[in-house]
């Protein structure tokens, strides 16, 4: 079974970076679409930024200008670099890959998310 891991989350002062990456345990096939969403104390769980292969790369309004999404196909490994950060990007980071498998059962893979705090 897959699994992804998410790392680089902490606490940071407003203003800060961090660089959060997301591991995955082996080898995702036919990928469609790879991304990051996060979900706030009494909040819904929300899209930051996604790459939809072959197609385009999105970001959510609050994450133009300050986060990039990227990937190491080589380390099974995609990043978000979250700069400028402010109080109100505190959140649970996750990470998500979705596609289809060979056989054409389609996957939608969850990591269990970092803790991303901003504060003074």
């Known amino acids: 079974q897959v699994q992804l891991v998410e790392s680089g989350g902490g606490l940071v002062q407003p203003g800060g970076s961090l660089r959060l990456s997301c591991a995955a345990s082996?080898?995702?096939?036919?990928?469609?679409?790879m991304g990051w969403y996060r979900q706030a104390p009494g909040k819904e769980r929300e899209l930051v930024a996604r790459?939809?292969?072959?197609?385009?790369?999105n970001y959510a309004d609050f994450a133009k200008g300050r986060f990039t999404i990227s990937r190491a196909n080589a380390q099974n490994t995609m990043y978000l670099q979250l700069n400028s950060l402010k109080p109100e990007d505190t959140a649970v980071y996750y990470c998500?890959?979705?596609?289809?498998?060979?056989?054409?059962?389609?996957?939608?893979?969850w990591g269990q998310g970092t803790q991303v705090t901003v504060s003074s």
């Open positions: 998500n890959v979705y596609g289809r498998k060979f056989g054409g059962e389609s996957y939608d893979y």
């Open positions: 082996g080898s995702i096939f036919n990928i469609n679409v």
């Open positions: 790459i939809i292969m072959g197609a385009s790369t």
